[in-house]
């Protein structure tokens, strides 16, 4: 049975930065799609980044292009979420979200809660202006 546990949230500054890590476990990491998620006080869990199994392709929401980035390394079973500018507006729970094995969506369908099947306790980060 997968499972994911989700550490490295906390409260910054304005402009400052984060690294999420994403430990894996319960299966072959390198074979899993993986996302980043988030939950905003009062508003529905959003899609911010994932990475295919294959690492063929990352995607991200348009709100954190440029200023964050997922990786993944297939070695420590873990998948990252480095967190740079941060902003207010990215306070939030942060979720760790896998999809597997070998499972392929499309851009559109990986930005989607429903595309993945486990799921992380989350993470807070708190971003003060």
């Known amino acids: 049975q997968v499972q994911l546990v989700e550490s490295g949230g906390g409260l910054v500054q304005a402009g400052g930065s984060l690294r999420l890590s994403c430990a894996f476990s319960?299966?072959?990491?390198?074979?899993?799609?993986m996302a980043w998620f988030r939950q905003a006080p009062g508003k529905e869990r959003a899609f911010v980044a994932h990475?295919?199994?294959?690492?063929?392709?990352?995607d991200y929401a348009d709100s954190v292009k440029g200023r964050f980035t997922i990786s993944r390394d297939n070695d420590k079973n873990t998948v990252y979420l480095q967190m740079n500018n941060l902003k207010p507006e990215d306070t939030a729970v942060y979720y760790c979200a896998a999809v597997g094995p070998h499972y392929y969506c499309s851009v559109y369908a990986c930005r989607r809660e429903d595309a993945y099947d486990t799921w992380g306790q989350g993470t807070q980060v708190t971003v003060s202006s």
């Open positions: 990475t295919l199994w294959n690492s063929a392709r990352t």
């Open positions: 319960g299966s072959t990491f390198s074979g899993y799609t």
